[in-house]
């Protein structure tokens, strides 16, 4: 069946804002450098008032990787909860400008709208505190059936998995998805994410995934191992297509009997890692909508991958499409 959009995404509707900081600064704020946690609003203006002056511009994991499809020529959309406040209007108007179709109603005296802050030391790695706001109020009411159907891929974050109702709406999405033969895609966004909620993302992968996005950290976590090939296989084992990314050595992408080892694109400099596994899934979800085998679908994961490490924040600065018709991945 002929679909409108290429991908649709649920996540997160969130603002970021990204700067740089030393490794005093993180020891000094008592934050665990790579990590992300949940803060609530009263530390989220603490530690914005204390932080280097940084970006400000809209995120949240899934909405970067809708980004990046966009600027692939994907047709996409977008589902994710704002307040009807500054941010969430720059959120809306940002997702508006680069193509991409969100419509999801803002909440109504709820919680601000989600941000991110996001501090980079000089080696690149980030660690983030965020506070979650108005994005954790998605419920299924926000998913509607004609955007799930008319789908080829419905693409699930999976910090989404802590509140209950979003979770249902996941629930919602596949059920809608796999009843007109589109494909459910989900990336485990963090190994605490994967700490917390171990035994629902295993049902979930097992009973409603067809594709599940990974990190090392993240697949050795979700079964309990320190073996990488082990937990990959496991993971190889209970989905149809696993792609696990694993930083200057590539990415595994496992697909039944077949595996495909693919090779990080190399970069001069890497200024800021934020974003990077956001971009790889975008990357490789346009391939996969296009019909593309597995190692071009690979090659577009780091081509993004690789830009977006090579500059602040978590979207492109050139037009993917065309860095990809350059490479010769797409023409």
Do not use: W
Request: proline share 3%; net charge negative.
């Amino acid at each position: 069946m002929t679909a409108q959009y290429d991908v649709a995404a649920i996540g997160n509707a969130i603002v970021d804002v990204i700067a740089p900081a030393e490794e005093g600064f993180l020891h000094a704020e008592g934050l665990v450098k790579g990590s992300m946690q949940l803060i609530d609003e009263a530390r989220g203006v603490e530690l914005y008032g204390r932080m280097a002056k940084g970006l400000e511009t809209s995120g949240g994991s899934a909405g970067n990787t809708i980004a990046g499809i966009a600027s692939l020529g994907g047709r996409a959309a977008y589902l994710g909860k704002v307040a009807p406040d500054g941010l969430g209007d720059t959120f809306a108007k940002d997702m508006r400008a680069i193509g991409v179709h969100f419509d999801t109603a803002p909440l109504q005296g709820g919680p601000a709208t989600a941000r991110c802050l996001i501090n980079v030391t000089p080696d690149g790695q980030r660690t983030m505190c965020t506070y979650l706001g108005a994005s954790t109020e998605l419920t299924p009411e926000d998913v509607p059936a004609e955007i799930v159907e008319q789908s080829a891929i419905v693409y699930l974050e999976g910090y989404l998995f802590d509140p209950s109702d979003a979770r249902r709406a996941f629930a919602k999405a596949a059920g809608l998805a796999h009843a007109s033969s589109r494909l459910i895609g989900i990336t485990l966004s963090d190994s605490f994410v994967v700490e917390r909620h171990r035994g629902e993302l295993l049902g979930f992968i097992e009973g409603q995934a067809d594709i599940v996005f990974a990190n090392e950290d993240e697949v050795k976590a979700l079964f309990q191992t320190d073996d990488f090939d082990t937990a990959a296989a496991k993971l190889g084992a209970i989905t149809k297509i696993a792609a696990i990314t694993r930083g200057e050595q590539g990415s595994l992408i496992l697909a039944g009997t077949d595996s495909h080892r693919i090779a990080a694109d190399p970069v001069d400099k890497v200024v800021d890692t934020t974003g990077a596994g956001d971009q790889y899934a975008a990357g490789f979800l346009y391939g996969l909508s296009q019909g593309l085998g597995f190692d071009i679908c690979g090659r577009l994961g780091s081509m993004a991958a690789a830009e977006v490490i090579t500059h602040y924040g978590p979207r492109p600065e050139v037009n993917l499409r065309d860095l990809a018709i350059s490479k010769g991945l797409l023409k």
